[in-house]
Each structure stands twice: as structure tokens, then as C-alpha cells.
């Protein structure tokens, strides 16, 4: 007869631990399983974590018969394993969106029962709710604070931290796999899946906030975003087929949705032709998290769109945000429009960021005669090589869509006017060796270092 190591009464079942390799069995509401199968699915997941989820809701250790000592120090490995996985997770779903997203601890554990949602949704659902999450945020506590990603009742993930102590725990993970979970199966009883997963055990990220907008780890596609976000029958439409933003409307508002895709096309040439002077962003998360970042940042000095939502994924991203109604520079004759777009830029770089892609686009001019920025997913903290280029990318764009000449003029007056290193940064366009790597564009750089010279030689 089997020696019982452990057995655990909890409300909707009990665990029956005994010692060695006994497989999983079910009678009744009492599981039996040995206490190295278990290790073995705590570790390493030998049964895809299908016994070891149920140690993830709160457990009274002093209600625990036999081996207590030892049953609790596979929970805590069970936990610390728990804990660190899905930060990790997180942090690799979002990027560096992580760092300003407000995680509260009970997200952790929720998000990891959320993988077994259908298998145990009766015992899960009890910790769907405010007194549920309260449960969960006790029960971990000490857990986080030993791996050190617990600040003030908040989780604040450090990639790196927590990378190392997966790392630390994969090689402390000495038990050997010898025995084939293919011939391993476990089906929990049945009353225990009865019950439909309730709504916040089926989507956990709803506990995630960010400073501005509504955050998801799953994206739907354009026309579904918006109508998260408008009433009504919505239609969207993109202005080109290149283009990364989608512009919806209904009877009651207009948004866009830009989307992050994985290798846009749009920044290989980009990349290539501007290494030397500027680091562009290609990875969708890192577009995405600085854009979102700079948005905000921006709105301090020029208009920016209001973030609406943003969802990630492992290689794509969304942002659904405010449509600003306005008059692209590109597309204006108007030579005050393009000396605003030149003051823009300047107050930009004053404050310390360059844009790395000031198309005249991406500048609006709204109805009420201000400014507006469409696009920071290449914005960075400036240097004067950065603002070289900045005003450079500006009079390129121009320059390729046959814009004339005296419209790029009054951009650089307009710059020349506010920037407080216009000098520096004018000089170093009008410089032949700034221009290297732009030797198929003989004419255009011939062009612009004359503008440049034109104007640091004009009294404004």
C-alpha cells in the first residue's frame, strides 16, 4: 500500500501526494499522483502544468497533512517559476511599453491560470473578482519581493533581472527527464471544468493600465479596433498601400489605427541610407513603445493625437488614436504653412528630441492656423547630428515629391528663427562629407546644401 506524503483538502477537490513515479489518477473528487511526477510537472512541466496549475490559487500550508516541509518548498519553487515566467512573458509581449504599464501582482498568478482556463474554470473563477484578486496579491507578495520586481504593491519588470533568475532556475533544475510524458495523461474530475471562464479569467491584461488609452496583449484588426473606440457603422480606409495608418469613421467620430508590422518595407532603405547619421527603429515593439512614449512627450510643446488603445503581440502592435483634422505641409502651397512646419521642427529639437522622420506629412496645419505631429515612432533624444539630419529628411521628402525649392527655404527660415543651434546645425548640412552616402542623389543634396548656405547667410 502506498505511503501518502501529502494530502491537500481543498474546497473542490483533494490532492493525494505519495512517494515515487505514480501516475495521475482520478476517483471521484481525490487526485492521486506521485510525489516525483509531480516535481517533475512543477520543474519542468512534464504534464504541461495540468496537476501543478492547481497549486496556483492560495493553499493554507497549516492544513496540509504530512510532509508539510517539503510540500512547500515545491510551492514556492512552483511560484517563483510562476512569477518569473510571466513577467518575462510580458516584458517580451510588450516591450519597452512595460515600463510605463501600471501590473498590478495579482496579474501574475491570473494570467498563468488563464492557460488553464478550461480546465479548471470552477476553482479559477474565484479569483476573477476584487476579493479573488486581493486573495492573489497576499498570496504572492512574498514571492515578488524575493525576486525583486515589487515596488510600492506595483510590479516593475526589469527584463534583464528576471531573465537571470529564469536562467538561475533552469540550472538548479537537476531532475532528470528520463521518464516520457507521452505516457502520462491526466484528466482532472469533471465537476472541476463545468463552469464557463469568467471574463477577467479570459482576458487578465484587462487588470494591465497604461498612462493613456486602453491596453490588450491580443489585436484584432483595424476595422475591430475602432469599433472598440467608436459608435455606430464604422468604415475604414488607408490613404496608400504603403502606408502603416488606417483612417475610420462613423456617424459619431473619426480615429486612425496604425499598425506596426514586422519588417515594414518603408525603413530598410530608410535604415540603410541614414546608419551613419541616425538609428532607425525596425522591430514593430520598439516602433510602437517610442512612439507611444513621444507622443506624450511631444504633446508638451506641439498637438499630438490622443491614444485611444494600444494592443501588442510577440511580432505586431496597434495603436488606435484621435484623427486631428488639418492641412498636411506637404500637400500646402502655402509658404506660411512650411515656415511653421521649420518653427515646429526647432521647438522640438530645443527641447532635446529629434523625429529621425520628418516627412512635411507628418506636420498638419489644423483649421485653427497651430501646428500638429502625426508621427513619433523615430523620435529620440537629439544631438546636433540628429537635427542636421532632421532638417535634411525634411527637404529631401520635398525635394523627391517636386516640391519647389522656395518652399524648402521657408522651412529653413522658420528653423534658423527658433532653433537655439541653427548655426551649428545649418553648417553641417552645407558640408559635403554630412552627405556621403547620398551620392545617387546628386541634385537634391546640391539643392539643399545651397539652401542651407542660402539661409545661415540671411538675416531673419
Known sequence: MEKERVVIEAEDYVLEITRGL?????????IKVGDLVLE????ASLLGESLASLLLPPIDID???????????????????VISEQAYDLGARSGR?????EIPLSYMPLSRMSMFKNLYPCIFNKYADESGLALLERE??????????????????????????LLSMIKSTTMPLSVSAATLTFKPPRKLGECSPLKLLREPWKLLKLPEGRFSLTCKNALELARDVLDGSVECSSPSLISSSIKCSSNTGVVVVKEYRRM???WIPTYIAGYTKYKYRVSPKSRLAAEYHYLRVLRR???TPRIYSVCVEYYTGSMVREYIEGTPVLESG???HWRLAGRTLAEIHNKGITLGDPNPGNFLVTHEDKPAIIDAEQARPATLHGMAWDLGVLAIYSLIMNKDKALVEEAFKGYKSKANRAEETLKLLGKDRFWAQFMLLPHIISKIKTIATTTLNTQI
Open 40 to 43: 517533475l510537472d512543477v520543474k
Open 63 to 81: 492544513n496540509v497533512k504530512g510532509d508539510a516541509e517539503w510540500f512547500k518548498s515545491l510551492l514556492d519553487r512552483y511560484r517563483l517559476r
Open 22 to 30: 505514480r501516475n495521475p489518477s482520478v476517483e471521484d473528487d481525490r
Open 334 to 336: 502655402d509658404k506660411e
Open 97 to 101: 511599453l512595460v515600463e510605463v504599464l
Open 264 to 266: 515594414y518595407i518603408k
Open 140 to 165: 504572492y507578495r512574498d514571492t515578488a519581493e524575493r525576486i525583486g520586481i515589487l515596488y510600492n504593491g506595483r510590479i516593475v519588470i526589469k527584463p534583464a533581472r528576471v531573465k537571470d533568475f
Open 301 to 303: 510643446i506641439t498637438r
